[in-house]
């Protein structure tokens, strides 16, 4: 069965500082892998998925296969990042499961 | 990407009663599912709801108590029967209309039982 871990349920960083969150996954065959975001009172929405390599709002994730973990990754916080932030696998099914979630507050 | 309309947005509802949820998309999608979002918790699937055939539901979810229709490719509902306290969720629908541009969810529906 697929599984998606976020070890953190909360982070915080001061603004400025460097944002790791972490997701690793358990998947036999070749995942599909997504970040996505939820603001104070807004819709979940899509950040970031592993097959685009993009960075979207200065945040980038990479794959990597042999550590099974897709950590999303900003060099400098800014306050407006605070958010919940979900990992999200796609596994041939085209069924989307989540993570924990973790909550990510940037301090001023 | 599709644009999504859940109706109602927020309900509170006596225990032993049902609620059905609606959710329309502007296009035309293969699928459609619908997801849980319990207090403090993440999203977990409930069902995926696919046009002329029934809903394929995930483990802990049955059609007795989350029975769903789709009747046409823009248009399903989930229906949240007999509540009790602990269906109090967010309940969510979402379509799969651009895979590159990942799955789109709707605003939900926030359910609190009574």
């Known amino acids: 069965a697929q599984r998606v871990t976020q070890p953190e349920k909360l982070l915080s960083v001061f603004k400025g500082a460097p944002v790791e969150l972490k997701c690793n996954y358990s998947y036999s065959g070749s995942p599909e892998l997504f970040w996505y975001v939820q603001y104070s009172r807004q819709r979940l929405q899509l950040l970031l998925r592993?097959?685009s390599r993009e960075s979207i709002k200065g945040f980038t994730a990479d794959l990597n296969k042999g550590e099974t973990s897709f950590h999303l990754k900003k060099p400098f916080a800014q306050e407006e990042d605070s958010a919940m932030y979900y990992c999200?696998?796609?596994?041939?099914?085209?069924?989307?499961?989540f993570g924990q979630g973790t909550r990510l507050t940037i301090n001023p | 990407s599709a644009v999504i309309s859940q109706k109602p947005s927020r309900d509170i509802c006596q225990r032993g009663t049902s609620l059905t949820i609606q959710c329309q998309v502007d296009s035309q999608v293969t699928m459609m599912f619908w997801y849980r979002q319990q207090p403090g918790q993440s999203l977990t699937l409930i069902a995926t709801?696919?046009?002329?055939?029934?809903?394929?539901?995930e483990s802990g979810f049955v059609i007795d108590k989350f029975p769903i229709s789709r009747p046409n490719l823009t248009f399903s509902t989930l229906t949240v029967s007999n509540m009790s306290p602990e269906d109090s969720s967010i309940y969510l629908c979402?379509?799969?209309?651009?895979?590159?541009?990942?799955?789109?969810f709707g605003s939900g529906t926030r359910l609190t039982v009574v």
């Open positions: 999200g696998l796609i596994q041939g099914a085209q069924k989307l499961v």
């Open positions: 709801a696919n046009q002329g055939s029934e809903a394929t539901y």
């Open positions: 979402s379509v799969d209309m651009d895979r590159s541009k990942g799955y789109t």
């Open positions: 592993h097959i």
